[in-house]
């Protein structure tokens, strides 16, 4: 069991380029989520998704695009890189039931010069 | 909005010392709350779910309570060890989303 994959695990953008942050869940969960992790600030939530089809939005979802076309798929687009985008990105899955438990990926580190 | 809260930022102990971590939240509303470590540079690891219900879990030397009505929870970690030297966090789950607090960094000293 893979459990929460997420590609890459380092990443360097320009100011204003584009990307795709990956992230893969084998444990057929409905929810996925996306973090930021930045010094000081804990774990802010961008974009979530409560099963294929579904998105909406979190705290922090300016400057990021998501999609859910399957289950096992939740891709993060940032669709013109900042300086302030930069951070530690995690993808989150669980159950979308009352008692499961969430599991994290390794997460992906991004630098926008 | 979900506020949570995790005290002391950092946390020095000499091994085999017994310690407690303290995380708080601002709506007793939640689903469960889950604590985490996470290790430098890495991922976040699951320690213990509580569901909402519950009182307390337990998983080897860890234990955590849970006082929804008090917006409180522990960790209790015994006989604390070098490798258990990481940031733990809490989190909340209120039915859309995880609330995470910003973490106690532990450092144990052999």
């Known amino acids: 069991n893979a459990g929460v994959t997420q590609t890459p695990k380092f990443q360097v953008l320009k100011t204003g380029q584009s990307m795709t942050l990956q992230c893969a869940q084998d444990?057929?969960?409905?929810?996925m989520s996306w973090y930021r992790q930045d010094p000081g600030m804990g774990l802010r939530l961008i974009h979530y998704?409560?099963?294929?089809?579904?998105?909406d939005q979190g705290e922090v979802p300016n400057g990021y695009n998501v999609s859910r076309s399957t289950t096992e798929d939740f891709p993060l687009r940032l669709l013109s890189a900042a300086p302030s985008q930069t951070s530690v990105y995690f993808c989150?899955?669980?159950?979308?039931?009352?008692?499961?438990?969430?599991?994290f990926g390794q997460g992906t580190r991004l630098t926008v010069v | 909005k979900q506020e949570v809260t995790q005290i002391p930022a950092a946390l020095s102990v000499p091994e085999g010392e017994n310690l407690v971590l303290n995380c708080s939240f601002t709506?007793?509303?939640?689903?469960?709350l889950q604590w985490f470590r996470q290790d430098p540079g890495k991922g976040l690891t699951s320690l213990l779910l509580?569901?909402?219900?519950?009182r307390e879990q337990t998983s080897g030397r860890l234990n955590a309570s849970l006082d929804k009505s008090s917006g409180r929870s522990t960790l209790y970690i015994a006989a604390s060890q070098p490798g258990d030297s990481a940031t733990y966090l809490c989190?909340?789950?209120?039915?859309?989303?995880?609330?995470f607090g910003t973490g106690t960094s532990l450092t144990v000293i052999p």
């Open positions: 444990m057929n969960h409905e929810y």
């Open positions: 998704s409560v099963g294929a089809g579904i998105t």
């Open positions: 989150a899955s669980s159950d979308y039931w009352e008692n499961t438990e969430a599991f």
């Open positions: 509580i569901q909402s219900s519950q």
């Open positions: 709506d007793s509303a939640i689903y469960n």
């Open positions: 989190a909340v789950f209120t039915g859309n989303q995880f609330y």
